[in-house]
Nanobody, 116 residues
Framework: VQLQASGGGLVQAGGSLRLSCAAS????????TAWYRQVPGKQRDLVAL???????DYASPVRGRFVISRDNSKKTVTLQMDSLKPEDTARYFC???????????WGQGTQVTVSS
């Protein structure tokens, strides 16, 4: 399984970005998918999760501003980020957890920088 993230960049506070993650392989449909973020020197934190059943959860700092979605036919998971704040600056990683094996796969990450 390979995950390819895209869509990061530099944006001013209050702006929007849309991150996409494309998965290869055949395990996407029964796998949970999520976005995490990490700043240098800190742990990787969960941003948003969407399970293969469609259950969605968000970290408190992004609830109401970010929306996660997935398209099983295209094997993609998307994170729409609105009202961005400087504290959202981080490298964002998509992940996929196989419902069969329990193994978690990671993408290479995409940098999001929000200027004040």
């Amino acid at each position: 399984v390979q995950l390819q993230a895209s869509g990061g960049g530099l944006v001013q506070a209050g702006g929007s970005l849309r991150l996409s993650c494309a998965a290869s392989g055949s395990i996407f449909d029964n796998s949970d998918t999520a976005w995490y973020r990490q700043v240098p020197g800190k742990q990787r934190d969960l941003v948003a999760l969407i399970t293969w059943l469609g259950t969605i959860d968000y970290a408190s700092p992004v609830r109401g501003r970010f929306v996660i979605s997935r398209d099983n036919s295209k094997k993609t998971v998307t994170l729409q980020m609105d009202s961005l704040k400087p504290e959202d600056t981080a490298r964002y990683f998509c992940s996929l957890r196989s419902g069969t094996s329990g193994r978690t796969y990671w993408g290479q990450g995409t940098q999001v920088t929000v200027s004040s």
